[in-house]
């Protein structure tokens, strides 16, 4: 699923952060009051020692909530461990490699933001 927003902001920053948790809690949820699952939610499924190859967006930045499963994040010159719940900020023209080093499949969801804002 692809949620797309304006970049450049603190509250631009904060809507990524809030979407993502009221699509986590609608997930698991399914009908609880006040929450509204965004479109029509399709997280993307990575299987067990597969990932995402090397790549980066021109103009967009993106951010992937992990729901679940355990990732392995090259992110520029970093790398971190991400679990359930995790979420990475990817800027703008950042190198950007995933790959699940767990025993379950990792469930994601990208939130971009508009090209070109």
Known sequence: MRIHLRRGSVMNTLAVILIAV?????QSAKSAPGLVPIGSPKPEEIPPGAGISKHKHLGQDESLLIQ???AHVWLSDQERDLHAGGLVFIPSSTWIRLK???AESISLVGIFSAPGF
Request: proline share 0%.
């Open 22 to 26: 009221c699509f986590c809690r609608a």
């Open 68 to 70: 679940t499963g355990t």
């Open 100 to 102: 699940n080093i767990g």
